[in-house]
């Protein structure tokens, strides 16, 4: 994979894309939040991967309640910013009171809320229905045979329902979602199983990279390094990677961001 050193610069946030009126009306402190959320979700975590690819689903849990809790990635987003450990649930919450009305054809940008924390998801609806239909049979066997792609996304939209209850708490349907492939997360799924995959098939960190020795946040998951599955996504996530990291050096990277969102 190639590696690109991590360059944080100051960018400007350029509302001249935008025909609706809320856009023409943000503050720069408003610019400074989305910007924040922005580069957090697509450059330190794999938003992007599902914006510019075909991964289909992406989240990121916001939990203000235990610092003990951060992920490495959100730690080292805080560092790298020097900014307060609810600074990202601040600045989500000033993009969806300006824009959490939009409805975008390609994509779903929405959060999930219950009494632990805030779940922030993006779905890529093309990435998600092709591995639905890919998936199909075992989507019906967890979830009913009555399930239907969009009965599934509308599951997944709901606020009733957490991301794994969604899912009945299959961790194998999880990972498929993720863009992990439907062998990686079986695999991991059926835990029994997987000290023996461990040593059978080399079972080890995709991709074990840390996330600061490139531009963009890699791709990580368990998987069985030498399925042909596995190579090609990794295959796909290193172009989606390359391709992403050529839009982040430019100065309006904000703007094709939300661009792409409104395809």
């Not at 919450?93 to 940008?109: H, Q, V």
Request: some cysteine; charged content about 25%.
């Amino acid at each position: 994979m190639k590696i690109h050193p991590l360059i944080i610069v100051s960018f400007i946030f350029c509302c001249s894309l935008f025909s609706e009126d809320a856009f023409q009306e943000i503050t720069e402190e408003e610019k400074a939040h989305i910007e924040y959320v922005f580069d957090y979700l697509f450059k330190f975590d794999e938003f992007s991967y599902t914006l510019y690819g075909d991964k289909p689903l992406s989240f990121e849990h916001i939990n203000t309640s235990n610092v003990n809790h951060l992920s490495l990635i959100r730690y080292c987003a805080l560092f790298s910013y020097k900014k307060p450990v609810n600074f990202l649930e601040v600045s989500w919450n000033i993009w969806k009171s300006k824009f959490g009305n939009i409805k975008f054809k390609n994509y779903l940008f929405f959060d999930k809320e219950n009494t632990h924390y805030k779940t922030i998801i993006l779905i890529n609806k093309q990435a998600f229905y092709r591995v639905y239909e890919k998936n199909k049979n075992l989507f019906k066997e967890v979830l009913g045979h009555y399930i239907t792609a969009d009965m599934l996304l509308k599951r997944l939209t709901s606020h009733e329902l957490n991301l794994m209850e969604a899912l009945n708490h299959h961790q194998g349907l999880l990972g498929i979602l993720l863009g992990y492939g439907t062998h990686n997360s079986l695999l991991f799924y059926n835990k029994k199983l997987l000290f023996h995959e461990i040593e059978s098939k080399k079972l080890q960190g995709i991709n074990p990279y840390f996330y600061w020795i490139s531009l963009i946040q890699p791709v990580r998951f368990l998987g069985d390094v030498n399925h042909p599955e596995t190579i090609q996504l990794m295959n796909k996530y290193e172009a989606v990677n390359t391709k992403v990291a050529k839009i982040f050096k430019e100065e309006d990277w904000v703007d094709a961001i939300i661009s792409k969102l409104k395809e």
